[in-house]
């Protein structure tokens, strides 16, 4: 039995290490707050709070960032939805079916998962060169895409292969066909780990700095990283109240979809469980 000193010198810790990691964001956020005009150091309270560091953040004209955010949401609207789906068919092929050579083209697609990012970008600039992609928002979603399904039909993968096989198995001689049992049995009791994956592949997306600094030299179609990376090369870069403000805005719609699909998940796993 735990003692309550033990208890109390374990809450004590958690709470040390919950602060020492939301310091950085708490910072942020207090910087944020204070006047264009006043030294702020990210440890007091802002005296007085002023949000003009927000106001001219997004309407400078040369930064962008709404824009930029504009952009990221289109491209996370299309990329996710399609890699989740792909991820849905291949991880069902892989979890749930015995075809030849299954073994080989899963390990095939699995092989991207240990190919460095940064090793793809120069081949995948010239050849999107030569096709007149650059500037276009498909030289963000293709690679995008292409870079989530490898994880994204690991992710599936995994789930379908403990799917119980017997409830499939009944499926299928009550008449159902695959394509049946995939999406009334299979997926509707899915949806903590599809929206899980949902999840990551948006933060993967939205924070795909490398790509959309290489692709796209159009500020009109920049993504929200590469515009805050901008933003602080600016004159405003060199003020710590834009450059918080700045950070703040172009994290939030993270922030919102991961609460969002959090809720979704807990709700998804307790409603697993009652039908378990």
């Known amino acids: 039995m735990v003692s309550r000193h033990e208890k109390l010198l374990t809450y004590v810790v958690l709470y040390l290490f919950a602060l020492f990691a939301a310091y950085p964001f708490i910072s942020t956020i207090l910087v944020a707050f204070n006047a264009p005009d006043s030294s702020a150091s990210g440890l007091g309270i802002p005296s007085p709070w002023s949000v003009r560091s927000f106001v001219e953040t997004w309407t400078n004209a040369n930064a962008g960032i709404g824009r930029s955010l504009l952009n990221s949401l289109i491209l996370a609207g299309v990329v996710v939805p399609v890699s989740v789906l792909l991820s849905i068919f291949t991880g069902y092929a892989f979890g749930s079916m015995r075809f030849r050579f299954s073994k080989a083209l899963y390990g095939l697609i699995i092989f991207g998962l240990m190919v460095p990012y940064e090793a793809t970008i120069i081949p995948l600039y010239y050849e999107f060169r030569q096709y007149g992609l650059l500037d276009t928002y498909w030289a963000m979603i293709l690679p995008d895409i292409a870079g989530s399904l490898p994880f994204g039909t690991f992710w599936m993968t995994a789930f379908f292969r403990s799917f119980p096989r017997p409830l499939l198995e009944s499926a299928r001689m009550d008449g159902a ?9 299979v ?3 899915a949806g903590a780990p599809i929206f899980t994956l949902a999840t990551i592949l948006f933060i993967w997306t939205w924070n795909n700095l490398l790509l959309a600094i290489v692709m796209i030299s159009n500020p009109k179609l920049q993504m929200a990283p590469a515009a805050l990376n901008f933003f602080v090369g600016l004159q405003y870069g060199s003020n ?3 450059t918080c403000a700045a950070a703040i805005i172009v994290a939030l719609p993270v922030m919102i979809i991961y609460y969002l699909l959090q809720r979704r998940y807990g709700s998804d796993v307790l409603a697993g469980a009652v039908k378990g």
């Open 187 to 189: 997926v509707p009791t």
């Open 240 to 242: 710590y109240q834009f």
């Open 177 to 185: 066909s695959r394509w049946t049992v995939l999406w009334r049995v």
